[in-house]
């Protein structure tokens, strides 16, 4: 078992950023990849960010809209996965999740078997 709480959610204007951290706990967490979802009031979860775990490289992967904008990483000794969000945009604004994943580069909710409550990030244009 796994578990997965966020933090680091919040509002702020467009242009500005914003740091979002998993912090992970459970046995052989460190065995899992990690991706961040999101989803706004009526819309689907999408996938945002997925880092993979650290024994096959910590590859990152993104969605083309946050390439460049937004930053995935881990910290293997404190068991975090942080996501750096930078030139947010309205559009952004949506509940942000944490998932544990085993499936190499995952970008489909349903290949994550675990996953965090949800932080709100709000940006006001």
């Known amino acids: 078992q796994v578990r997965l709480v966020e933090s680091g959610g919040g509002l702020v204007q467009a242009g500005g950023s914003l740091r979002l951290t998993c912090a992970a706990s459970?046995?052989?967490?460190?065995?899992?990849?990690t991706g961040w979802f999101r989803q706004a009031p009526g819309g689907e979860r999408e996938f945002v960010a997925g880092?993979?775990?650290?024994?096959?490289?910590?590859?990152?992967h993104y969605a083309d809209s946050v390439q460049g904008r937004f930053t995935i990483s881990r910290d293997n000794v404190q068991n975090t996965v942080t996501l750096q969000m930078t030139s947010l945009k309205p559009e952004d604004t949506a509940i942000y999740y944490c998932?544990?994943?085993?499936?190499?580069?995952?970008?489909?909710?349903?290949?994550?078997?675990?996953w965090g409550q949800g932080t709100q990030v709000t940006v006001s244009s």
């Open positions: 880092i993979t775990w650290s024994g096959s490289g910590s590859n990152r």
């Open positions: 998932a544990a994943t085993y499936t190499y580069l995952a970008t489909n909710p349903g290949a994550y078997r675990f």
């Open positions: 459970g046995r052989d967490v460190s065995t899992y990849s």
